[in-house]
Structure formats: C-alpha cells, structure tokens
Nanobody, 115 residues
Framework: QVQLVESGGGLVQPGGSLRLSCAAS????????MAWYRQAPGKQRELVAG???????TYADSVKGRFTISRDNAKKTVYLQMNSLKPEDTAVYYC?????????WGQGTQVTVSS
C-alpha cells in the first residue's frame, strides 16, 4: 500500500515560483514511476510531469522549460519545481503513480496564479 500527501501549493503572482512536495509511504517507493497531475475547474485531470524509478522524465508540453520534476528516494518524496507560473497553471495538483492508481489519489494541493 502507498499513501501520498501533497503540499506546497498556494497563491502566487504570474511569473512566480512554487515547489510542490509529495511525501510517500511504502517500502517499494524507489521502484515506482510517479507523476504530478493537475485538474482545473471544468477541465480533465492531466499529466503534468512524470518520473520513473530509473529517473526517466516526461513533461506535458504546456510546462516544458518551466517545471522540473525530481525525486529523493531516501526521503520518499517527489518534487515539482514550478517556475514562470502562468494563470493557466491554476489547478489542484495531485501526485500519484504513473499510471495512476485510483486508491492513491489524495486531496491535492491548490495552486493559484493570479495578480
């Protein structure tokens, strides 16, 4: 079983930065492919960035060059560094396995980009 807890969201101005964290439990974390997802009101949940246990990384086209996903297996934590934030990045951000498991969706963390 895996438990995932997101944190780090907040209100930020356009062009600003936030760093999201996803703290995980579970002894097999290091071999799991993880990802950040986001869902804005009225929109589908989408994959933002993914990272495999071996470190292979993918990004949505909309965040390439602005967001960086990383993981610290010793801390069982996945990070999402978000720079140059835009209003269209406003959403609830979730972490989960990649592909996601329905059992592991948490509450997410709200990111609001507004002046």
């Amino acid at each position: 079983q895996v438990q995932l807890v997101e944190s780090g969201g907040g209100l930020v101005q356009p062009g600003g930065s936030l760093r999201l964290s996803c703290a995980a439990s579970g002894s097999i974390f290091s071999i799991l492919a993880m990802a950040w997802y986001r869902q804005a009101p009225g929109k589908q949940r989408e994959l933002v960035a993914g990272i495999t246990g071996g470190g292979r990384i993918t990004y949505a086209d909309s965040v390439k060059g602005r967001f960086t996903i990383s993981r610290d297996n010793a801390k069982k934590t996945v990070y999402l560094q978000m720079n140059s934030l835009k209003p269209e990045d406003t959403a609830v951000y979730y972490c989960n396995l990649d592909p996601p498991s329905p059992a592991y969706w948490g509450q997410g963390t709200q990111v609001t980009v507004s002046s």
